[in-house]
């Protein structure tokens, strides 16, 4: 069962890889908020897994309407 659809999923995953970009600082500057930068696991694990627990919780999808064939 998904709820996050196909350009949700990317954008997470392209956040995702950016925040844990910034945690390993490669190309970003020392700061000692490198370690926020791995909250980017959140974003990367919904967009692999394509299931949102939050979204869940508030029902919401954006995953595109599924018609019934009958």
């Known amino acids: ?18 925040l844990l970009a910034y945690a390993v600082p490669i190309g970003f500057p020392q700061t000692g908020w490198n370690w926020v930068g791995y909250i980017g696991v959140v974003p990367l694990l919904t967009s692999i897994f394509a299931f949102c627990p939050a979204y869940s919780i508030f029902g919401l999808s954006t995953c595109p309407a599924r018609t019934l064939k009958s």
């Open 1 to 18: 069962m998904s709820n996050v659809g196909k350009v949700d999923r990317v954008l997470r995953f392209a956040v995702g890889l950016l």
